[in-house]
Nanobody, 124 residues
Framework: QVQLVESGGGLVQAGNSLRLSCAAS????????MGWFRQAPGKEREFVSA????????RYADSAKGRFTISRDNAKNTVYLQMNSLKPEDTAVYYC?????????????????WGQGTQVTVSS
């Protein structure tokens, strides 16, 4: 089992930044690729970003490219999502997820463990 706890969400004005963190406990964090997803009100959950278990490979949704950066610190069992130039359409609950594989994917069903989510609200 892997337990995931997100933090760092909040209310910010458009154009500002937030850094989300996801702390993992349980099995060896470095053995899992990690992903970030989000779900806006009334919408399906969608992929945001993913990182390989080593941190050497990342991928982003088009909506996140150039503004968001995913990273991980395996010594701290934590994955981060740095979000810059936030827009109102980034408002959502953000979830981190872990999968027992080398690389992160954009497909929800490939992830084995999920956190409870953290709310991000961007005001215009």
């Amino acid at each position: 089992q892997v337990q995931l706890v997100e933090s760092g969400g909040g209310l910010v004005q458009a154009g500002n930044s937030l850094r989300l963190s996801c702390a993992a406990s349980g099995r060896t964090f470095s053995g899992y690729a990690m992903g970030w997803f989000r779900q806006a009100p009334g919408k399906e959950r969608e992929f945001v970003s993913a990182i390989s278990k080593s941190g050497g490979s990342t991928r982003y949704a088009d909506s996140a490219k150039g503004r968001f950066t995913i990273s991980r610190d395996n010594a701290k069992n934590t994955v981060y999502l740095q979000m810059n130039s936030l827009k109102p359409e980034d408002t959502a609950v953000y979830y981190c997820a872990a999968r027992a594989g080398s690389t992160g994917t954009s497909t929800e069903r490939t992830y084995d463990y999920w956190g409870q989510g953290t709310q991000v609200t961007v005001s215009s």
